[in-house]
C-alpha cells in the first residue's frame, strides 16, 4: 500500500500537504497514559454506551466555527457521561491546536485521544495524550513502525481504517484498538454500513470503534448490534448543548 492516499477529496488533500510539514517535538515523550479499554469496560458495565466525545471546534464538512473554551465543552462532555475525549490539534482546518489538547487533558480525568494526521514518528513528540490516531491510508507501509513508536511512548494507538485492505494492514500491524471510519475520505460521503461490512471480520480480542456520521440513538443502535464497543462522536456533539447531547447517545435506548 501506498502512503499516499490514494484518491482523495481535494479539502483531504490539502491537509495532508499541510500535515507533512508540521514540526514534530523536541524529546522523545514518555506518557502515564490513562486505560481506554478499561474506561470502556467500566462504562459498559455501568449499562452505558461508551462514547468518545470529540473536541472538533470545526472541519472541512461543518460548516461555521464553534469558538468557546474547548476545556468548557471537554468539561461539559465529560459531565454528560462520555468515557474518553477526542481532540483535534489540526489547526488549519479544524481549529484544533496542541495546547488546546494540554489543557483539556489536564482539566478532566478520563483517557484523552489525540486527533491529527501524524505521518512521522517526530509528530508524535509534539504533545502528551493516552490514544494517539494513525491513520491506515496515510501512513501506508509505515503503519507497524508508527505503531510501535506509538508504544514505546506509552500511547495507545488508535489505528483507523475504511476498508478491508486496511483493516488487513492495522490487523497485521498488531493493532488492538481499530476504529472503523465510516466517513470515505476520497468522498467525505458518510455510509454506516461500512462499520457494518468491516466489523464482522474483527477479531474479538481487537478494542473496535465505530467512527463518524452517529447522530441519533437509532445510529447508535445500529453501531452497537453491528459490534461497536466504543463509538466517536463529533458533530452530533458539537451541534448545541454538548453535555446534553453526550447524555442522549450515552444513554442505552
Ligand atoms: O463529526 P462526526 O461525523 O461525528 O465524526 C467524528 C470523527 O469520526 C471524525 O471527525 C474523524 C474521523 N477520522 C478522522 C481523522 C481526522 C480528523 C477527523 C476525523
Avoid at 480525568?109 to 504533545?127: C, G, N, T
Avoid at 491513520?135 to 514505546?152: E, H, N, S, W
Avoid at 459490534?227 to 442522549?248: E, F, H, Y
Wanted: glycine share 8%; no cysteine.
Amino acid at each position: 500500500m501506498n502512503a499516499s492516499g490514494g484518491k482523495l477529496a481535494p479539502e483531504v488533500r490539502a491537509i495532508l500537504d499541510a500535515a507533512r510539514d508540521r514540526p514534530g517535538g523536541e524529546t522523545h515523550l514518555s506518557v502515564d497514559s490513562r486505560s481506554f479499554p478499561a474506561a470502556v469496560a467500566a462504562t459498559a458495565d455501568a449499562g452505558r454506551v461508551p462514547i468518545i466525545a470529540e473536541v472538533k471546534p470545526t472541519s472541512p464538512t461543518t460548516g461555521g466555527v464553534r469558538d468557546d473554551d474547548p476545556v468548557e465543552l471537554a468539561r461539559e462532555m465529560v459531565a454528560g457521561g462520555a468515557t474518553a475525549l477526542s481532540v483535534l490539534t489540526e489547526p488549519k482546518h479544524f481549529g484544533g491546536s496542541v495546547e488546546s489538547l494540554r489543557r483539556i487533558r489536564e482539566a478532566v480525568d478520563v483517557p484523552v485521544l489525540r486527533k491529527d494526521f501524524i505521518l512521522r514518528e517526530a509528530q508524535l513528540d509534539a504533545v502528551e495524550s493516552d490514544l494517539v490516531l494513525l491513520i491506515a491510508r496515510f501512513v501506508g507501509d509505515d503503519l507497524p513502525d508508527l505503531v510501535a513508536a506509538a508504544r514505546d511512548r506509552g500511547f495507545r494507538p488508535l489505528v483507523e481504517v475504511h476498508t478491508r485492505d486496511e483493516l488487513t494492514a492495522a490487523l497485521a500491524a498488531g493493532a488492538d484498538i481499530i476504529g472503523v471510519n465510516n466517513r470515505d475520505l476520497g468522498r467525505l460521503d458518510v455510509d454506516l454500513g461500512t462499520f457494518e461490512a468491516l466489523a464482522p471480520e474483527v477479531p474479538d480480542d481487537v478494542l473496535l470503534v465505530a467512527e463518524s456520521g452517529v447522530k441519533t440513538t437509532d445510529d447508535v443502535r445500529r453501531m452497537r448490534e453491528a459490534g461497536a464497543d466504543a463509538l466517536l462522536v463529533g458533530t452530533a456533539i458539537m451541534d448545541g448543548d454538548v453535555r446534553q447531547n453526550t447524555a442522549t447517545l450515552t444513554t442505552p435506548q
